[in-house]
């Protein structure tokens, strides 16, 4: 093979994204594979696969597979597989639910026991997902923190629905795991991925007035 062909190839990392039913890994996947956010919840049955080719810093294409896991296969036969084997890993849950906090330390051993016989061990983060809510935070930022220290894991706080820091928190894994260092300007770059709906509301008056919603609607028979 020439020179030029290796340079050509690129690195694939396997990402898996594990945490509790609901947490937002289908969502945090779609938009930093998609760019897009769904309201309606699809619990995740088995798993899900999303690729996507980013460049990190130094021109360095890598493609990221990433394997969204049910949050229902915990304590599954097929966790300890689908976990095998990933360079990296998020633990992600939601700001606004302390139970999907705290299971988060099953989850974790779980990911240290799919490892153990394995010689190389995946980069791990802990993902507070749901930033946009942070009215109703109900995990403390400390208690977050603690964790990460404790454990050695990256530590990010991302909004699956608008955007905010979800690529940032898959490039700076990325990063970690191919030794790329990645500087301040490079990751403000990345967060900053705020997006809002826009509500056209003249339409919207126009449209409720001609057909009122259906919920709305009454039938005496
Ligand atoms: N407000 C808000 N809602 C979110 C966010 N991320 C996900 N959701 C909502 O939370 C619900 C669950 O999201 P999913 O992405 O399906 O959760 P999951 O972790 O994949 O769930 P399982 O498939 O059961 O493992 C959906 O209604 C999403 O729209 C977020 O960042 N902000």
Same mark, same amino acid.
């Given at each position: 093979m020439s020179d030029s062909e290796e340079d050509g190839q690129e690195r694939q990392l396997k990402v898996v994204l594990i945490g509790d039913g609901a947490s937002g890994k289908t969502s945090l996947a779609t938009q930093f594979a998609q760019?897009?956010?769904?309201?309606?919840?699809?619990?995740?049955?088995?798993l899900d696969f999303f690729l996507k080719r980013i460049t990190l810093p130094g021109n360095?294409?890598?493609? *990221?597979?990433?394997?969204?896991?049910?949050?229902?296969?915990i304590g599954g036969k097929m966790l300890d597989k689908y976990v095998y084997g990933a360079q990296g890993v998020l633990l992600v849950y939601d700001i606004t639910n302390s139970q999907s906090f705290e299971n988060l330390e099953d989850w974790y051993s779980m990911v240290k026991k799919a490892n153990q016989e394995s010689d190389i061990q995946p980069v791990i983060a802990l993902v507070g997902n749901k930033t946009d809510l942070e009215h109703m935070r109900m995990v403390k930022v400390d208690k977050h923190q603690r964790f990460c220290q404790e454990n050695g894991l990256i530590s990010q706080f991302v909004s699956a629905k608008t955007g905010d820091s979800v690529f940032l928190c898959f490039q700076r894994v990325s990063a970690e795991i191919l030794g790329?260092? *990645?500087?301040?300007?490079?990751?403000?770059?990345?967060? @900053?991925?705020?997006?809002?709906?826009i509500?056209?509301? #003249?339409?919207?008056?126009?449209? @409720?007035?001609?057909?009122?919603? @259906? #919920?709305?609607?009454?039938?005496?028979?």
């Amino acid at each position: 093979m020439s020179d030029s062909e290796e340079d050509g190839q690129e690195r694939q990392l396997k990402v898996v994204l594990i945490g509790d039913g609901a947490s937002g890994k289908t969502s945090l996947a779609t938009q930093f594979a998609q760019e897009a956010f769904g309201k309606q919840y699809k619990q995740t049955i088995g798993l899900d696969f999303f690729l996507k080719r980013i460049t990190l810093p130094g021109n360095q294409n890598v493609t *990221l597979q990433v394997w969204d896991i049910g949050g229902q296969t915990i304590g599954g036969k097929m966790l300890d597989k689908y976990v095998y084997g990933a360079q990296g890993v998020l633990l992600v849950y939601d700001i606004t639910n302390s139970q999907s906090f705290e299971n988060l330390e099953d989850w974790y051993s779980m990911v240290k026991k799919a490892n153990q016989e394995s010689d190389i061990q995946p980069v791990i983060a802990l993902v507070g997902n749901k930033t946009d809510l942070e009215h109703m935070r109900m995990v403390k930022v400390d208690k977050h923190q603690r964790f990460c220290q404790e454990n050695g894991l990256i530590s990010q706080f991302v909004s699956a629905k608008t955007g905010d820091s979800v690529f940032l928190c898959f490039q700076r894994v990325s990063a970690e795991i191919l030794g790329i260092k *990645l500087n301040k300007a490079e990751m403000e770059q990345s967060q @900053r991925v705020v997006k809002a709906d826009i509500v056209n509301y #003249s339409q919207e008056t126009v449209a @409720r007035t001609v057909n009122p919603p @259906r #919920s709305s609607m009454c039938v005496v028979q």
